[in-house]
Nanobody, 124 residues
Framework: QVRLVESGGGLVQAGGSLRLSCQASGRTFATSGMGWFRQAPGKGRELVSVFDWLGGEYYVDSVKGRFTISRDKLKNTVDLQMNSLKPEDTAVYYC??????????????????WGQGTQVTVSS
């Protein structure tokens, strides 16, 4: 049984930092098969960051230069270092994993598996 467990969310002031971590169990995933998503109140879920099918790092425009994704295949984890946080980063952050790459040729792919989510709240 595949499980994705996120950790590291919390409340932080604007300008602060948080590090999210996702531990996968039950199977291993390709480098490009795990990533981070978020859903802000009243909005749809969006892809925040992932390694694309060629191994390049992808970030949604709103987090470029502030967030950094890292992947440890041996530990089967994917982390998201979030710096210079803004109130608009407030959301539930989800780890997603797929049987294939989550971003291919500029197109996002729906994960096959989801974590339970971790709340990130950035106060102004």
């Amino acid at each position: 049984q595949v499980r994705l467990v996120e950790s590291g969310g919390g409340l932080v002031q604007a300008g602060g930092s948080l590090r999210l971590s996702c531990q996968a169990s039950g199977r291993t995933f390709a480098t490009s098969g795990m990533g981070w998503f978020r859903q802000a109140p009243g909005k749809g879920r969006e892809l925040v960051s992932v390694f694309d099918w060629l191994g390049g790092e992808y970030y949604v425009d709103s987090v470029k230069g502030r967030f950094t994704i890292s992947r440890d295949k041996l530990k089967n984890t994917v982390d998201l270092q979030m710096n210079s946080l803004k109130p608009e980063d407030t959301a539930v952050y989800y780890c997603g994993a797929g049987n294939g790459a989550l971003r291919v040729d500029g197109r996002n792919k729906e994960p096959n598996y989801w974590g339970q989510g971790t709340q990130v709240t950035v106060s102004s």
